[in-house]
C-alpha cells in the first residue's frame, strides 16, 4: 500500500464507494499508522478497548487485550 498510492486509492474508491479525494485524504491519514511489521501497538490495542465501551459495544474494557490475537506467525528478529 505505501508503495503504491494510486492503485490503493483506486481500490477503495470501488470497495468503499468513495469519491477520490475521500480515498486519497483517508490513504493520506490512515496508512502512515499502519503496523510495518506485523506487530500490535499496545497503546492502540487500549484505545480501541476503550472504544468498545464509547460505542457500547461492550460494558467493561477487555482485561487482557493480548488474548484476543497473536503474534506466533510473525518473523522473528
Same mark, same amino acid.
Given at each position: 500500500?505505501?508503495?503504491?498510492?494510486?492503485?490503493? &486509492?483506486?481500490?477503495?474508491?470501488?470497495?468503499?464507494?468513495?469519491?477520490?479525494?475521500? /480515498?486519497? #485524504? %483517508?490513504?493520506? +491519514? &490512515?496508512?502512515?499508522?499502519?503496523?510495518?511489521?506485523?506487530?500490535?501497538n499496545?497503546? /492502540?490495542? #487500549? %484505545?480501541?478497548? +476503550?472504544?468498545?465501551?464509547?460505542?457500547?459495544?461492550?460494558?467493561?474494557?477487555?482485561?487482557?487485550?493480548?488474548?484476543?490475537?497473536?503474534?506466533?506467525?510473525?518473523?522473528?528478529?
Amino acid at each position: 500500500m505505501r508503495a503504491n498510492k494510486a492503485e490503493t &486509492v483506486k481500490v477503495a474508491m470501488h470497495v468503499l464507494e468513495l469519491p477520490e479525494g475521500i /480515498a486519497a #485524504a %483517508a490513504y493520506d +491519514r &490512515v496508512v502512515p499508522v499502519f503496523s510495518t511489521d506485523g506487530k500490535f501497538n499496545a497503546k /492502540a490495542l #487500549a %484505545a480501541l478497548g +476503550r472504544s468498545f465501551v464509547d460505542l457500547e459495544l461492550a460494558a467493561s474494557e477487555p482485561k487482557d487485550m493480548q488474548r484476543l490475537y497473536t503474534e506466533e506467525f510473525l518473523p522473528t528478529r
